[in-house]
């Protein structure tokens, strides 16, 4: 059957599952730090952002709202192909908010290039950026990140929200694909 999971599509375990929530919980911190007094819509990009934006919320002390954005990037190529498309809007106005933007992993920057731009039209009061990977070694356009939960290496990675083949996003850690998966 499709999408079983088995240890035999693991290379290695990048991130274990303390770790993340670890970190997650270091995050959420300066997260309520930095916005005392402040109400915040945190901002979810779906798919991969589902699962980091469930457990750093329940961390957060902060008035949190939250709203969901579909965009799409990949389908189900493994590269980053510079299409970006939205698949489901936001359902409430963003204006006068502080925006905090909840993503698995920033790649190419260029899916999170487009939000910012199509966001800042939309006038909130901020915007800032909250990933829990960063592939830093694959930017192709700037773009500021405010708070990055670990610099990944250059892997094809799934797990806690990142998928292969739309499966084992529900994965509790973050794993290294073996490599004869994508290239065959
Ligand atoms: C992934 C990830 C980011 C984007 C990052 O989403 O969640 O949104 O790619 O890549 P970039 O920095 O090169 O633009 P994907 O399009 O795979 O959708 P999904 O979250 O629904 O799997």
Known sequence: ???????????????TEEEIQNRIKE????INKDYEGKEVLLLCILKGGMMFLA?????????VA???IGISSYGNATQSS????????????????HVLIIEDIIDSGLTLSYLINNLAIRKPASI??????????????DIPVDYVG???PNEFLVGYGL?????YRNIPYVFVLKPKYYTE
């Open 163 to 167: 998928d292969y083949q739309e499966f």
């Open 55 to 63: 457990d750093l919320s329940k961390h957060l002390t902060i008035p």
């Open 128 to 141: 800032k950026i909250c990933t829990l990977l960063d592939k830093q070694i694959n930017r192709e356009v």
């Open 27 to 30: 995050l959420a911190a300066q």
């Open 82 to 97: 510079g299409v970006v498309r939205i698949t489901k809007d936001l359902e409430e106005s963003i204006e006068g908010k």
């Open 66 to 68: 939250m709203d969901f």
């Open 1 to 15: 059957m499709k999408g079983v999971f088995s240890m035999d599509i693991v290379e290695r375990v990048l991130i």
């Open 150 to 152: 670990f610099t990944v």
